[in-house]
């Protein structure tokens, strides 16, 4: 199946070079290019594309402020790309519900990875980013300390059976749906069953945010 994917960038430059490394994949195709962020979610609502890649800072509106209108709107998902390796923009990404997280300078495997991810319903984040978010978001005491989670987080994951709860701990782990049948024995639709369960039980709308929720809430320790 071929991937559609919007790209959006203030730059016209940087938003060629993404569009065309992008489209020498066979696997996508870039059906359309936005120059800022109002311009993204108008062009999404009129292609409906499977992705959206977009940058981070851009005028008339942001590029995690046009995540937000984006997937209100519509069923597909958002990568983030950015030349500024700051926790911040991660962490309100995540919040946003963006299912990648990449610098400008990933190159184009792991900007074509992030696009097959997210279409997949998957996410790629670089690691060594994403655990400097739990470092600093989750566990301020300081890494393999526990973090005290909220009443109400505790509640949710109470609600998860115990399979459910194994898919939560691989999910925050950063396995991928192949990689979590692989490892259950299971089918990778019953996989993609247990995580949308997963994410309906602890409100969260990605595989990211719910990784995070297992922190937040204790059920998985930074550093451990």
């Excluded at 983030?80 to 300078?105: C, H, N, Q």
Aim: charged content about 25%.
């Amino acid at each position: 199946m071929t991937i559609r994917v919007l790209v959006a960038d203030d730059q016209p430059i940087a938003r060629a070079g993404i569009a065309a490394m992008l489209d020498a994949e066979n696997d996508i195709d870039v059906v359309g290019q936005s120059a800022d962020g109002e311009d993204a979610v108008r062009d999404a609502r009129a292609l409906s594309p499977d992705v959206v890649v977009t940058d981070i800072r851009m005028p008339r509106l942001d590029g995690i402020s046009a995540t937000r209108r984006i997937l209100v709107d519509l069923p597909c998902a958002v990568v983030l790309i950015t030349t500024f390796d700051d926790d911040e923009y991660l962490f309100d990404g995540i919040a946003a519900g963006a299912s990648g997280f990449l610098l400008k300078d990933s190159g184009p495997d792991l900007l074509a990875a992030a696009v097959r991810s997210a279409s997949r319903g998957d996410s790629l984040i670089d690691p060594a980013m994403t655990r400097a978010l739990i470092e600093q978001t989750v566990a301020p005491t300081g890494v393999g300390q526990p973090h005290v989670p909220r009443p109400e987080q505790l509640a949710l994951l109470n609600e998860l059976s115990e399979r459910e709860r194994v898919v939560l701990e691989a999910v925050a782990r950063g396995l991928s749906n192949v990689e979590i049948a692989a490892e259950l024995w299971v089918s990778v639709p019953t996989v993609k069953s247990h995580i949308s369960s997963v994410l309906a039980k602890t409100r969260t709308r990605t595989r990211v945010q719910a990784a995070v929720f297992a922190y937040e809430c204790g059920f998985m320790t930074p550093g451990a």
